[in-house]
């Protein structure tokens, strides 16, 4: 990185480049109404192309800290996404170091909202996938240590993952030897996301079994989504004796709403779930799951993060920390409780 490329933009640029004042700028990325929308855009752009950090950068590039990491989420919804905010910020807070949290789910403007936050923080580790773009973040690593965890890599960044494919593929497998044929997977598979890996784990493990691959009915994994696919599977007769579930939230509302509807779980069609929520041991039959180590990714990314802002280099491989699936009822195959390592 050269010396100009490390040089900070002023808000005197932005406003000069955007042909708008120092307070428009303000405004703008503060997120007030009043900017009208062109020139709104004008600013924004004007911020993209001078890779601009409003407040607390140059604060930042002077050597002085704020003692803070930023950690950017889809949404706090749900336990995945609690589960790793909390192990960030009990990792943080015993390095003595606050979080400040953007959340770049649908809606908003998270460009705007994350600029903000780098100028506020020493670094930001960006968790799961979000509306938050690979380019901005790759903008925001030429002047901010940051990483990725549970989304894709950032070329250069550290990476950290909770292994997905292998897991997806040996719980596939599972479901194959118990019998299974009709399999579907319920979830949304986007690019680069988990719930894509497990996806591309299922497909390799029926192709590995000269089976057809599984249709997939994608949803966002949320319970209503799990409650409406099993009033499908009853009012359209779907021929399925499996269903795969991109997480446990889907899962457990596709089978309570399977069972009112006089669908036998797991006698006519198995249903498995990932993340391994608490719920998950007390439903009945408990529910076949793979357990993330969450909170080790959650911890680890903040450990990381304080690491680059100390001057560490970027690791040169992912880190995958390995997930282990748990065999409980919902599966049919009577095994309850076990689990096995996948690293």
């Avoid at 409003?54 to 803070?68: C, V």
């Amino acid at each position: 990185m050269t010396q100009d490329s490390k040089r900070a933009a002023t808000i005197y640029a932005v406003a000069r480049k955007a042909g708008v004042s120092t307070a428009t700028v303000s405004r703008t990325l503060a997120g007030s109404e009043k900017v009208a929308p062109r020139t709104r855009q004008l600013v924004l752009d004007a911020v993209r192309d001078l890779n601009y950090l409003p407040d607390g950068a140059a604060r930042a590039l002077a050597g002085r800290r704020t003692n803070a990491l930023g950690l950017v989420l889809p949404d706090i919804d749900g336990p995945y996404y609690s589960a790793l905010l909390v192990a960030f910020e009990m990792a943080a807070s015993e390095l003595g170091l606050s979080v400040v949290i953007s959340l770049a789910g649908q809606g908003g403007d998270p460009e705007r909202a994350v600029r903000v936050l780098a100028g506020n923080v020493d670094g930001i580790a960006f968790m799961a996938r979000s509306t938050a773009e690979d380019r901005l973040i790759a903008d925001i690593a030429r002047r901010k240590p940051v990483l990725t965890a549970a989304r894709a890599r950032i070329p250069g960044q550290d990476a950290l993952y909770a292994e997905n494919q292998q897991a997806a593929a040996r719980l596939t497998g599972h479901l194959v030897e118990a019998g299974r044929r009709r399999l579907a997977f319920l979830g949304r598979p986007e690019l680069n996301s988990d719930i894509g890996a497990r996806h591309r784990g299922v497909e390799n493990a029926l192709e590995a079994a000269g089976l057809a691959p599984a249709p997939v009915y994608e949803v966002d994994s949320v319970e209503a989504q799990g409650v409406l696919m099993a009033r499908r599977i009853v009012d359209e007769g779907l021929d399925l004796d499996a269903v795969i579930c991109g997480n446990d939230e889907l899962a457990l509302a596709l089978m309570h709403e399977l069972q009112d509807l006089g669908v036998d779980v797991p006698g006519r069609i198995a249903v498995t779930g990932w993340d391994d929520v608490l719920a998950a041991r007390y439903v009945r039959p408990g529910l076949t799951t793979v357990a993330q180590p969450v909170g080790e990714l959650g911890a680890l990314a903040a450990r990381r993060l304080v690491a680059l802002i100390d001057g560490g280099e970027p690791l040169e491989e992912p880190v995958v920390l390995p997930s282990r699936i748990v065999h409980r009822g919902s599966c049919g195959c009577g095994r309850d409780g076990e689990g096995s390592e996948l690293s």
